[in-house]
Nanobody, 127 residues
């Protein structure tokens, strides 16, 4: 079993930045493809970014491309989401997720591909 704990959310003004962290425990982290998703009130959970276990494949939703950066530190069992130039429409609960196994370039967008989920951290961007 894998436990994922997100942190770093908060309230920020439009144009500001936040860095989310997701700490993993329970099993070796270095083989897990990881992803970030978000869910705004009244909307479905959506893909934000994903990174393969090797970090050789990274994918972003079009809505965050150029503003958000996903990265991972396999020694610290942590994946990050650096969010810059935040907009009010980025307001949501942000979740990290992990997949049990995958190839070195595996970084899918689909929610159903992910096996483990954190509890989420709230990000609120004021206008």
């Amino acid at each position: 079993q894998v436990q994922l704990v997100e942190s770093g959310g908060g309230l920020v003004q439009a144009g500001g930045s936040l860095r989310l962290s997701c700490a993993a425990s329970g099993r070796p982290f270095s083989n897990y493809p990881m992803g970030w998703f978000r869910q705004a009130p009244g909307k479905e959970r959506e893909f934000v970014a994903a990174i393969s276990w090797s970090a050789n494949n990274i994918d972003y939703a079009d809505s965050v491309k150029g503003r958000f950066t996903i990265s991972r530190d396999n020694f610290k069992n942590t994946v990050y989401l650096q969010m810059n130039s935040l907009k009010p429409e980025d307001t949501a609960v942000y979740y990290c997720a992990a997949i049990k196994t995958g190839g070195s370039l595996y970084a899918p967008r689909g929610l159903r591909n992910y096996d483990y989920w954190g509890q989420g951290t709230q990000v609120t961007v004021s206008s």
